[in-house]
């Protein structure tokens, strides 16, 4: 089996793109033993921080992003870093090449219980001149490259340069990554669908109106029978989706009148939207494409429809 290297080095992708690659995915390596440690490495449990959403720091949290951010630091194709867990956006190398965007640890809600956690990770195009937060605001149809780390049973990366998606399985004895799934490609239509139901009374009416004709089954419009997961760690929901179809959404509701939106666009949504459209899914706000949106602000937030193309766009039309 192909080595993520190997990869590489055959898939003609540019030489400083393949080692930022190479960066991110060694730093994986390293987050995956921290996390396989679980309570054995003192980790678990909430720091007394708070990062710039306001939500409580888990230690983990931070030792990741630390982890991350040293990694990238000691690359020199890293002109920039912006962090769910960094307020500001972090200059690195002046004469860098790109900027990298993340979140180190995905669904940290998830931790503690030990169920699903990731790195999302999202490259951009670094430009020319001092780093500002401006230097990062590149809408989603800018990014050379997107992917993240699931670590779950077996820890999995999920990755794309614009060229279709490639899963590689890390081999616990070897500490490589080796290509398992090549060519992803999500089903057209779905039986599947992912959403946090407790929030239905807080959703505008289109979504409403949609979810409850999934839920009316086989005795409503859809004519079918739908299941429904939540595993309440994007990473997990969506690593389901590109392996077997589904639709995902975390839709706009008004449970908290400044927080319409739950999920970050630069550094979950956008590099998600990169792997779906890859991998012939379609990923909307059920308003506009994902990565169609010029970015405002660093840790913007946007409503989320993505997955199975038949299925979100059924869904989208409830919202026309
Ligand atoms: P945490 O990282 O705070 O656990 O949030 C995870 C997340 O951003 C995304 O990964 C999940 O899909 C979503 O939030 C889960 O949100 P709910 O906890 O409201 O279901």
């Known amino acids: ?44 449990g909430e720091t007394e921080q708070e990062n710039v959403q306001g939500e409580t720091q888990k230690k ?33 190398h002046r004469d860098g090449k790109f900027l990298v965007c993340f979140d180190p640890l995905d669904g940290s809600s998830n931790i503690d219980i030990n169920s699903l956690v990731g790195t999302i990770f999202s490259v951009l195009p670094a430009k020319n001149g001092e780093l500002t937060e401006q230097s990062f605001l590149q809408s989603g149809r800018n990014q050379l490259a997107a992917g993240y ?27 490589e990554f080796l290509l398992t799934h090549a060519d992803v490609t999500i089903p057209a239509d779905t039986k599947e669908f992912a959403i946090n139901m407790s929030n239905q009374r807080f959703w505008q009416p289109a979504m409403q109106n949609y979810i409850a004709d ?28 590109l392996s077997r179809g589904g639709i995902f959404t975390y839709p706009t509701d008004n449970k908290k009148p400044n927080k ?39 840790h913007q937030r946007v409503a989320v429809v993505l997955g199975s193309a038949n299925e979100v766009n059924e869904c989208l039309k409830y919202h026309a």
């Open 60 to 92: 983990l949290d931070i030792i990741t992003n630390d982890m991350l951010k040293g990694a990238l630091n000691a690359d020199s194709t890293v002109k920039g870093l912006a962090s769910e867990e960094e307020d500001h956006v972090v200059s690195v």
């Open 1 to 44: 089996m192909q080595t993520f290297s190997q990869y590489l080095n055959e898939s003609g992708i540019d030489a400083d793109l393949s080692q930022l690659l190479l960066t991110l995915t060694d730093s994986a390596k390293s987050i995956s033993n921290a996390v396989q440690h679980g309570a054995l490495a003192g980790v678990l």
């Open 214 to 241: 999934l839920i009316k089954g086989d005795t409503g419009p859809r004519a079918k029978n739908f299941n429904m997961r939540w595993i309440a760690a994007m990473v997990g929901d969506v690593h389901r989706v």
């Open 149 to 175: 780390v699931l670590y779950g049973p077996s820890t999995m990366l999920a990755i794309t340069t614009g060229s279709g998606v490639n899963f590689f399985t890390l081999h616990p004895e070897t500490g």
């Open 260 to 298: 319409p939106f739950k999920l970050r666009l630069m550094y979950e949504a956008n590099p998600m939207a990169f792997l779906v459209e890859q991998a012939q899914g379609v990923a909307s706000t059920g308003y506009e494409s994902i990565m169609d949106i010029e970015p405002q602000e660093i």
